[in-house]
């Protein structure tokens, strides 16, 4: 069974202090992987797609690595409004285009 | 303005008594999915639809039915909702199926009482 599993769960952070989001998969035939941002009472936005191992995608203070297991989310000194949930998502060959969730990272960043 | 609407945002409902949740998008996207999110179990696909009268399931489809009439249309019903029903809904749309980037709604909170 694909699994996807974050970590940690919560995340308590000072401006500035910057700091890594995982999100470890167990599946077979990767597809994509997927970073979303998720504020409290709304619809998850997406960030970023990795593909394959090796592949890095920045955007602003954000930046997104894939390796055969995992995949890190770095958020480098960040700011209050970095505060949100942060969601990772996979889609596998053999499922089509079925997309599994992990359980997220609360972030909060204080000033 | 592109966005993906949800109808109705708050809904409370007895056991057993037919609901459907609309959802339509103005993007021309062939692709919309289901989700409901709860606490701990995260967000979970309900059903996914990669285009008109195309629709396959995702982790948790028991107990909803969708159609897809119309390429910005897809709604969610649910013929006879129970409590553990009882979740936060996120229809979602992208351009190019499960690799696209998902547009998500702003959610439709339900309670199945």
């Not at chain 1, 694909?2 to 990767?30: F, H, I, K």
Request: charged fraction near 20%; include cysteine; glycine fraction near 8%.
């Amino acid at each position: 069974e694909d699994q996807v599993t974050q970590s940690p769960e919560a995340l308590r952070l000072q401006e500035g202090e910057s700091s890594s989001l995982n999100c470890s998969y167990t599946v077979s035939g990767l597809r994509g992987l997927f970073w979303y941002r998720q504020d409290p009472g709304k619809g998850p936005e997406f960030l970023f797609t990795l593909y394959s191992a090796g592949e890095e995608k920045e955007k602003e203070r954000l930046k997104a690595t894939l390796t055969k297991k995992e995949s890190f989310l770095h958020i480098t000194a960040p700011k209050p409004e970095d505060s949100a949930t942060y969601l990772c998502a996979v889609t596998v060959w053999a499922a089509g285009n079925k997309l599994t969730f992990g359980g997220g990272t609360r972030v909060l960043v204080k000033p | 303005e592109a966005q993906v609407t949800q109808n109705p945002r708050y809904l409370i409902t007895v056991t057993g008594k037919k609901l459907t949740v609309t959802c339509s998008q103005n993007m021309n996207h062939e692709y919309m999915s289901w989700y409901r999110q709860d606490p701990g179990l995260g967000l979970r696909q309900i059903y996914y639809s990669m285009n008109v009268e195309v629709t396959d399931k995702g982790d948790v489809p028991e107990g909803y039915k969708v159609s897809r009439k119309e390429k910005r249309n897809f709604p969610l019903i649910l013929e006879s909702p129970s409590p553990n029903q009882t979740s936060l809904y996120f229809c979602a749309s992208s351009l190019s199926g499960g690799l696209g980037e998902q547009f998500f709604g702003p959610g439709t909170r339900l309670t199945v009482l």
